[in-house]
Every structure is written in structure tokens, then in C-alpha cells.
């Protein structure tokens, strides 16, 4: 079974950084896409960054590419969400997600099966 972790959530103010990390559980990930999607109240999971567990392709959504850096570390099975220049519509809570090898990327929320239980960060202006 899939179990993922987040982590490093917290309240900052604007212009700060926080890393996130998601630890994950349960199998080898080898050729899984590793995505972080963010959710605020009333609104849909958005997408805001992947990457391949093997290939270093990583695709970010426009309102954090520059800002945020997605990484992995194969060998302590860990994702990494490192977020700079926080402004205060980043603000959300954010969920780690893993596709299976063959399905590819998608941006799509529904198109996950394995969630973590999401981290909530908050940033004041």
C-alpha cells in the first residue's frame, strides 16, 4: 500500500520560503510521476508542480514557476516542494500525489489515486 507524508508546513510572511518535504511509503517509486497540488477552501486541488521519479523533467503551473522548485531524493524516497518569494495567494493547504509508471503527467487532481494527508501554509502580508 501507498502511504505519503507531507511536512514543513507553517505560517510565514510574504517574501519568505518554506520546503516542503513528502516522504513516501510502500513500494518502489521507480518511473512514478510525483506531483504537489494545493487546495484552498471551496476551490479544486490545483496543480503546481511534478516530476518524473526517474527522469528529471519537472513541469510547474505559471503561478509558481520561478518561484518554486521541485525535487526529489531517490535514495531517502522523499519529494521536495522548495517554495520562495511566498505571497499570500499561496496560501493553501498542499497534498503530495503519485502516479503510476505508463499513465504519464496529468494536471488534473482526479487523475490520483495515492494522496498524502496535506500540509497547511499559511503566508501573512
Known amino acids: 500500500q501507498v502511504q505519503l507524508v507531507e511536512s514543513g508546513g507553517g505560517l510565514v510572511q510574504a517574501g519568505d520560503s518554506l520546503r516542503l518535504s513528502c516522504a513516501v511509503f510502500?513500494?518502489?517509486?521507480?518511473?512514478?510521476?510525483m506531483v504537489w497540488f494545493r487546495q484552498t477552501p471551496g476551490k479544486e486541488r490545483e496543480f503546481v508542480a511534478s516530476?518524473?521519479?526517474?527522469?528529471?523533467?519537472?513541469f510547474y503551473s505559471n503561478t509558481v514557476r520561478g518561484r518554486f522548485t521541485i525535487s526529489r531524493d531517490n535514495r531517502k524516497n522523499m519529494v521536495f516542494l522548495q517554495m520562495n518569494s511566498l505571497k499570500p495567494e499561496d496560501t493553501a493547504v498542499y497534498y503530495c500525489?503519485?502516479?503510476?509508471?505508463?499513465?504519464?503527467?496529468?494536471?488534473?487532481?482526479?487523475?490520483?489515486?495515492?494522496w498524502g494527508q496535506g500540509t497547511q501554509v499559511t503566508v501573512s502580508s
Open positions: 510502500g513500494r518502489t517509486f521507480t518511473g512514478y510521476t
Open positions: 516530476i518524473h521519479w526517474t527522469l528529471e523533467q519537472a
Open positions: 500525489a503519485a502516479r503510476p509508471p505508463g499513465l504519464g503527467f496529468s494536471r488534473f487532481a482526479s487523475d490520483y489515486k495515492d
